[in-house]
């Protein structure tokens, strides 16, 4: 039985390379061509609707070249653009990526949780909205609401388990910064952010820390908030991601943030130590 599984394997990242082969020695309309097909199930460059040369521009830029740089799969790419849309609440726009990122094997599970991710960063309406968006695809595809619970921490649990991912990666800055508030509203905040953003949220199934860390790092380049950014660069890093992928992530941003946003996020990881 491990002998099959290690061939199956083996197989897969055989046919990954000759995929990653090929789509190499494309141009980037024929590969624009492939990664719109696979993404959508149509054909990209109709050149139909009252905007064809912007959707030419659009589509061979984003499925034909930024699609192909670096080194994410199809998975991450999608996800990645999911909270950079939730994130600018262009709504049409993730519903459509939310139909993509199934047709390219993110599980249901994954992508809620990938718009659960935002709520600490861009707030509970936004990620209402973009949500009852990415409820609609799941529903038109017959995929039963809700979803199975993803939540392993207990009430009384919150805190702890919260600091368990908090600390090794963020120490406790937050709390030294704000200890000056008056009437223990510091402590306030702080317990909220490990409570709410670690222990509700990072501690969720489907998705592992990294991941989360991740996602967390794109919707703070696609808000602009270069100061937890910088930070989140650090705690990526500190969470096993490689400065390569987050590149690469910063490059997926691109076409939907804009080139100032991806620059300024590309420096701060540049400029980690």
């Known amino acids: 039985m491990k002998k099959v599984l290690i061939i199956v394997v083996m197989a897969w990242m055989g046919l990954q390379l000759v995929h990653a082969q090929n789509q190499s020695d494309m141009d980037r309309t024929t590969l624009c061509k492939e990664n719109f097909r696979l993404l959508f199930g149509?054909?990209?460059?109709?050149?139909?609707?009252?905007?064809?040369?912007?959707?030419?521009?659009?589509?061979?830029?984003?499925?034909?070249?930024?699609?192909?740089?670096?080194?994410?799969?199809?998975?991450?790419?999608?996800?990645?653009?999911?909270?950079?849309?939730?994130?600018?609440?262009?709504?049409?726009?993730?519903?459509?990526?939310?139909?993509?990122?199934?047709?390219?094997?993110?599980?249901?599970?994954?992508?809620?949780?990938?718009?659960?991710?935002?709520?600490?960063?861009?707030?509970?309406?936004?990620?209402?909205n973009a949500v009852e968006r990415i409820n609609r695809v799941l529903t038109s595809r017959g995929i039963a609401l809700p979803l199975d619970k993803q939540g392993q921490v207990d009430e009384e649990e919150r805190h702890a388990e919260g600091a368990k991912i908090q600390m090794p990666l963020y120490g406790d800055e937050i709390r030294q910064d704000m200890r000056s508030l008056p009437a223990g509203m510091g402590d306030a905040v702080s317990d909220f952010l490990t409570e709410v953003c670690f222990g509700d949220f990072y501690t969720r199934g489907a998705l592992d820390v990294p991941t989360r860390e991740l996602l967390s790092l794109c919707v703070l380049a696609t808000l602009g908030a270069t100061p937890q950014l910088e930070a989140h660069v650090a705690g990526c890093i500190k969470a096993g991601l490689t400065k390569d992928t987050l590149y690469a992530a910063m490059i997926q941003c691109l076409p939907y943030i804009g080139f100032p946003g991806a620059l300024n996020a590309i420096r701060a990881i540049r400029d980690n130590h």
Not at 54 to 70: C, N, P, S, W, Y
Not at 90 to 96: D, G, I, M, R
Request: hydrophobic share 45%.
């Open 42 to 128: 149509g054909e990209a460059l109709t050149g139909q609707g009252t905007d064809p040369e912007l959707m030419d521009i659009l589509q061979k830029f984003i499925f034909g070249e930024v699609f192909a740089t670096g080194e994410l799969s199809m998975k991450q790419r999608e996800l990645i653009t999911c909270v950079c849309l939730a994130t600018m609440q262009t709504l049409p726009q993730l519903e459509a990526h939310a139909g993509a990122a199934l047709n390219v094997g993110v599980s249901p599970l994954e992508l809620r949780e990938a718009m659960y991710q935002c709520a600490p960063f861009v707030g509970f309406p936004r990620v209402l």
